[in-house]
Nanobody, 125 residues
Framework: QEKLVESGGGLVQAGASLRLSCAVS????????VGWFRQAPGPGKEREFV??????????VHANSVKGRFTISRDNTSDTVYLQMINLRPEDTAVYYC????????????????WGQGTQVTVSS
């Protein structure tokens, strides 16, 4: 059974950096993608696609809102996917979720098959 465990969240000041990690275990297929999503606090806030990476060729995709500040990458040897975040802003405050799905296109539309529990990122001004 596939399991996703996120780590690396925390409380930082605006302009700081954080690196989130997503450790994936139990995956048997090589044709899949790992993505990051976030959900900001407050009523009406929907879950937002942040970035995803296709495992078979490490092709990354980033949402326009984070391009140039966030970078998704993977460790080939440990099935761990990272989200490096620099120049963090208060509006980046959210719970960040790791997820897997066979298709990056599904993730870009906001969906995924399997989800982690999330890790909180809080950016103070």
């Amino acid at each position: 059974q596939e399991k996703l465990v996120e780590s690396g969240g925390g409380l930082v000041q605006a302009g700081a950096s954080l690196r989130l990690s997503c450790a994936v275990s139990g995956r048997t297929s090589t044709s899949w993608a790992v993505g990051w999503f976030r959900q900001a606090p407050g009523p009406g806030k929907e879950r937002e696609f942040v970035a995803a990476i296709r495992i078979r060729d490490s092709m990354p995709v980033h949402a326009n809102s984070v391009k140039g500040r966030f970078t998704i990458s993977r460790d080939n040897t440990s099935d761990t996917v990272y989200l490096q975040m620099i120049n963090l802003r208060p509006e980046d405050t959210a719970v960040y979720y790791c997820a897997t799905d066979p298709l990056i296109s599904t993730m870009m539309r906001g969906g995924a098959r399997n989800w982690g529990q999330g890790t909180q990122v809080t950016v103070s001004s």
